[in-house]
């Protein structure tokens, strides 16, 4: 059974600061990988997607890689700002029914 | 576009009523999805649906029904509503899950006491 896991639950940096955001997954047949962004009390929004044969995807200040022989993803943030603090989670598609699995998310705090 | 919107935003049931979540999506997307985050956990899919006429069950469908009459709508009934189906419901929605990303409602906040 695939499992999703973010590890730390919670970080806190100051501004300016680059960071780095990590995902997990226990089994490497992935079709693709996503990076969501979560507001409090709000919807998820996709930031990143990345197939499972490419090893990064860019968008701004936000890049995101993908290992799949080790089961690891990042999610680099250049340049941290207070407007990036969010819970952020990753999901992987492992072809089954068309669901994807979810981490339990970072929440992130971005100190001014 | 309005994307994928979620009615209503927030309810509050007492044990053993019924309600029906609306979710509709204006993007004619085929694949549909209602998610429950509860507190400091992930979301854990319910129920899914690839196309109207179809639907599947998720991780945690126990409690739960839904229908796909239509493309645009995926409506989730809730029947003999439990204190544990207190949570945040999420509808999302895509076009093919193997190359498109996710599109997220904004969400319905349930109380069960």
């Known amino acids: 059974k695939q499992e999703v896991t973010q590890i730390p639950a919670a970080l806190s940096v100051p501004e300016g600061e680059n960071l780095v955001l990590n995902c997990s997954f226990t089994?490497?047949?992935?079709?693709?990988l996503q990076w969501f962004r979560q507001d409090p009390g709000k919807g998820l929004t996709s930031l990143l997607l990345i197939q499972s044969s490419q090893r990064e995807q860019t968008s701004g200040r936000l890049n995101a890689s993908l290992d799949k022989s080790s089961g690891r993803s990042t999610l680099y943030i250049a340049a941290s700002q207070p407007g990036d603090s969010a819970t952020y989670l990753c999901?992987?598609?492992?072809?089954?029914?068309?669901?994807?699995?979810f981490g339990q998310g970072t929440e992130l705090s971005v100190k001014p | 576009n309005a994307g994928v919107t979620q009615t209503p935003k927030f309810r509050i049931l007492k044990i053993g009523q019924s309600m029906t979540l609306q979710c509709t999506q204006d993007m004619n997307h085929n694949y549909m999805y209602w998610y429950r985050q509860d507190p400091g956990m992930g979301l854990k899919l319910i129920y899914y649906s690839v196309g109207a006429g179809i639907t599947d069950k998720g991780e945690v469908p126990n409690g739960y029904n839904v229908s796909r009459s239509t493309t645009e709508d995926f409506p989730l009934r809730l029947e003999l509503a439990a204190p544990s189906q207190t949570s945040v419901y999420f509808c999302a929605s895509n076009p093919s899950p193997s190359n498109e990303k996710l599109f997220f409602g904004s969400g319905t906040q349930l109380s069960v006491l």
């Open positions: 089994d490497s047949a992935i079709y693709n």
């Open positions: 999901a992987v598609f492992d072809g089954m029914g068309g669901k994807l699995i």
